[in-house]
């Protein structure tokens, strides 16, 4: 029998459209055979809808038309399953759309990658692919994420970070920390996006104020990192759980200035249907075979760390002066969920697929065997009076 897939992506993230990308990629590596696939996509106002023309990317460029050729649905527990309904039930007409075994989560940025689409299949008690709750809000916040590797040992770059009040209150005390301990160039990111959405480069004050300005427009907590002058960037992706992970091969992509930008991650060669894969890269890194060894079990290590589960990707600063190697950020859901890295590893992408639905129901099992509620109901106690917890 068929298990009944429901991929979930877009979302009121500024990634929405990366997500549709990396969603349809996935759908489309799917094996039919053994999956019947649902898709969810959420809209920018955080609605949801279901249906057949949401299969076709070309369906995205007119929204207005592919929405009215949609269903809105909701998703709710019925008994022991998870159904998929009508938002708005008509009479005479079949309510209940579809039922979802497991869900894969394809989504990006915050309102969606950061746990909270994680927490709401968790209220669901529905299987769901990748990381949970927890890992995902660590990774997706890098002043985090950095504190976390750091206290177990992982290099990352220096680095200082502030809120957006902070700022407004002290930017002149703010600059001249910053200046005493990084000194310049740094790179000014916001702290919970990816896809390098808001990231940029200063050498001086008033790049670093115009930056900060730009970073403020996306989050409301601030990073900012000593640049590295002579970079390689490395990238690695890692399979797996708790208990085991497995690495991919290496890339280094390659960027058209010196940080890789949102363009040259997906808009390259003027194509932006291809996600994570039209990004120009040099795949396998071309890497001293130590060095990609120990990029390889940093990833792992980074990985676990993070209590991650799923597909993941690590991406890693060199500093080709000091031949050093720093843990930039994890992705917990990764563009095109990184299927290019582990087809250059031997896996196909529809193998990727399996392992990481195959790891949904794993954890799915070892959470049934805990304990979360006591059956015994207090509030039917004799004598038990509101207010008196």
Not at 8 to 19: K, L, M, N, Q, Y
Not at 50 to 79: H, P, W, Y
Not at 280 to 289: I, T
Not at 366 to 381: A, D, G
Request: charged fraction near 25%; proline fraction near 3%; aromatic fraction near 8%.
């Amino acid at each position: 029998m068929k298990q009944s897939v429901g991929v979930f992506f877009g979302g009121a993230s500024v990634e929405h459209e990366i997500s549709v990308i990396s969603a349809l990629q996935a759908i489309n590596a799917l094996d039919r055979q053994k999956y019947n696939v649902v898709p969810i996509y959420i809209t920018k106002q955080s609605e949801m809808y279901t249906g057949e023309k949401l299969f076709e990317i070309e369906n995205f460029k007119d929204m207005n038309k592919l929405l009215s050729a949609c269903i809105q649905v909701s998703i709710c527990r019925i008994a022991d399953q998870v159904k998929v309904l009508r938002a708005a039930p008509k009479l005479f007409a079949k309510n209940e759309i579809a039922t979802i075994d497991v869900a894969l989560p394809v989504v990006h940025g915050t309102n969606c990658e950061d746990g909270t689409l994680q927490g709401f299949f968790e209220i669901l008690r529905l299987p769901y692919a990748g990381c949970d709750v927890i890992s995902s809000a660590v990774g997706m916040d890098k002043v985090a994420m950095k504190q976390i590797l750091q206290q177990n040992g992982i290099p990352v770059v220096e680095h200082i970070y502030f809120y957006n009040r902070e700022w407004a209150k002290h930017s002149e005390a703010i600059i001249d920390m910053l200046e005493e301990q990084l000194g310049y160039p740094v790179i000014v990111k916001p702290a919970n996006l990816g896809s390098s959405v808001g990231i940029s480069k200063a050498s001086n004050r008033y790049q670093l104020e115009e930056a900060i300005n730009m970073a403020q427009q996306f989050a409301n907590k601030i990073l900012i990192e000593k640049a590295i002058v002579n970079l390689k960037e490395i990238n690695c992706s890692v399979l797996g759980d708790y208990e085991k992970a497995w690495a991919s091969v290496c890339e280094e992509p390659l960027s058209s200035d010196e940080i890789l930008s949102y363009k040259d991650k997906y808009l390259s060669k003027g194509n932006s249907s291809k996600g994570m894969t039209s990004t120009k890269r040099k795949l396998p890194a071309e890497l001293p075979e130590q060095v990609e060894k120990y990029i390889r079990e940093m990833a792992v290590e980074t990985f676990k760390i993070l209590g991650c589960s799923g597909v993941a990707r690590v991406d890693f600063l060199m500093d080709m002066e000091q031949t050093k190697v720093y843990v930039n950020e994890i992705n917990t859901i990764p563009g095109s969920l990184s299927f290019y890295l582990w087809e250059a590893s031997g896996k196909s992408f529809s193998q990727l697929l399996d392992e990481l639905i195959g790891l949904a129901y794993k954890r799915e099992r070892e959470r049934n065997q805990l304990m979360y509620t006591y059956e015994t109901n207090i509030l039917s106690l004799r004598g038990s009076k509101a207010g008196n917890a």
